[in-house]
């Protein structure tokens, strides 16, 4: 199976789990954050909505350098609005793996802040990363969520809120 066959399929896969996952976030809870050192809720789900739109940024740059491209969030105040944002970032990595070449797979990209190099892989390792972060943060969210009392949905079964 090709590379871009593998991460298509788990790119579509986790698109279900973590679209349900947001669908459960209130409009009021968007601040809300379990402690100081945490994201609030409205970081974690926009990040979380942003992370599709890493495939494509992998697959058609060599680097992303934080000195000169800030990581600037988009200012989501709604669930419609992130589930919207998830949506296009889906589309557009799910576009990019569809229409991805084998060759870029092995090329390197590196992640930094201006001289200092935070991480320096292959394509393919950078959009494995991506896919991580997605499952990882839509775990956090979950746990978020559980503090909030609000039921949330099972990623690969049944969650402790759903029966049978």
């Given amino acids: 199976m090709k590379m871009s066959e593998v991460f298509l399929k788990e790119l579509k896969n986790e698109s279900k789990a973590t679209r349900e996952m947001l669908s459960r976030i209130p409009d009021d809870k968007f601040g809300w954050q379990p402690h100081p050192k945490s994201m609030t809720i409205k970081s974690l789900a926009t990040h979380i909505a942003d992370l599709p739109s890493w495939v494509g940024m992998a697959l058609n740059t060599t680097e992303l350098d934080f000195a000169s491209t800030p990581y600037q969030p988009k200012d989501l105040n709604t ?28 090329e390197t990209w590196t992640l930094r802040n201006g001289d200092t190099i935070l991480s320096t892989g292959t394509k393919a390792d950078i959009i494995r990363m991506s896919l991580s972060q997605i499952i990882h943060h839509r775990a956090q969210l979950g746990v978020f969520l559980r503090l909030l009392d609000i039921p949330i949905p099972g990623s690969y079964g049944p969650s402790a809120d759903e029966s049978f």
């Fill in 79 to 106: 669930t419609q609005e992130l589930l919207a944002e998830l949506e296009n970032n889906l589309a557009d990595g799910i576009s990019q793996l569809e229409n991805a070449k084998e060759e870029p797979f092995s």
